[in-house]
């Protein structure tokens, strides 16, 4: 009996680099922790007029804004607006959180050190309870260091919960708040042969 309470009371067992899901790994910092405007410089733009519904003569002016981030090949567009400097916003929105779920840059939890973004950003949610707000523009970088700490610890929200000095409930629901970044942390789960969150 005894043997039993102390094996659910260990520490979860982090997996060597070797093991963990492959992925497309950067050094640090993390694209998606660059000022928006940083990334900006280091993307292709492309810009292409498109005619919304309705004719030739419909959002004439409408012009789709087409990014691409050359080192890790990633893109993202937006079309939606009249305005090519609005499409261009949102294009990098997207590109920014698109970097977040698909790139990882390494984790202090492999004893790496951390950028003064990366030091800030977590120092400032540290110990919250991670409701941040898609208008917020942290909110990729938040992600993308979250992804990073889960990928190294093999999708175990408890193993990352005291880095960010928050509960695993926390970590869970900033990334069910975004889609796709729930979608990578069980395909991280499944990896290690873990079941997947819900």
Same mark, same amino acid.
């Given at each position: 009996?005894?043997?039993?309470?102390?094996?659910?009371?260990?520490? #979860?067992?982090? !997996?060597?680099?070797?093991?963990?899901?492959?992925? %497309?790994?950067? &050094?640090?910092?993390?694209?998606?922790?660059?000022? !928006?405007?940083? @990334?900006?410089?280091?993307?292709?733009?492309?810009?292409?007029?498109?005619?919304? !519904?309705?004719?030739?003569? =419909? &959002?004439?002016?409408?012009? /789709? %804004?087409?990014?691409?981030?050359?080192?890790?090949?990633?893109?993202?567009?937006?079309?939606?607006?009249?305005?090519?400097?609005? &499409?261009?916003?949102?294009?990098?929105?997207?590109?920014?959180?698109? @970097?977040?779920?698909?790139? =990882?840059? #390494?984790?202090?939890?492999?004893?790496?050190?951390?950028?003064?973004?990366?030091?800030?950003?977590?120092?400032?949610?540290?110990?919250?309870?991670? *409701?941040?707000?898609?208008?917020?523009?942290? *909110?990729? %970088?938040?992600?993308?260091?979250?992804?990073?700490?889960?990928?190294?610890?093999?999708?175990? !929200?408890? +193993? $990352? /919960?005291?880095?960010?000095?928050?509960?695993?409930? +926390?970590?869970? =629901?900033?990334? *069910?708040?975004?889609?796709? $970044?729930?979608?990578? @942390?069980?395909?991280?789960?499944?990896?290690?042969?873990? @079941?997947?969150?819900?």
């Amino acid at each position: 009996m005894a043997d039993s309470s102390s094996h659910t009371h260990e520490a #979860p067992e982090i !997996p060597a680099p070797d093991q963990r899901l492959p992925v %497309a790994l950067v &050094n640090n910092p993390h694209p998606a922790l660059l000022h !928006p405007d940083q @990334l900006l410089e280091t993307c292709d733009l492309r810009t292409q007029r498109r005619s919304g !519904p309705g004719g030739q003569h =419909r &959002n004439k002016t409408s012009s /789709g %804004a087409f990014l691409h981030y050359p080192p890790t090949n990633t893109t993202a567009e937006a079309t939606e607006r009249r305005s090519q400097a609005d &499409n261009r916003k949102i294009a990098l929105e997207r590109l920014r959180f698109r @970097l977040a779920v698909e790139v =990882r840059s #390494p984790s202090p939890i492999d004893g790496h050190e951390m950028s003064s973004e990366e030091n800030r950003l977590r120092k400032q949610y540290q110990s919250q309870s991670l *409701k941040i707000s898609d208008r917020n523009s942290d *909110k990729p %970088a938040v992600l993308a260091l979250l992804l990073n700490d889960l990928h190294a610890c093999g999708g175990q !929200p408890s +193993a $990352a /919960g005291p880095f960010w000095k928050t509960s695993t409930s +926390a970590l869970v =629901r900033l990334i *069910k708040s975004h889609p796709s $970044a729930f979608v990578f @942390l069980n395909q991280i789960r499944q990896h290690h042969g873990r @079941l997947p969150l819900r």
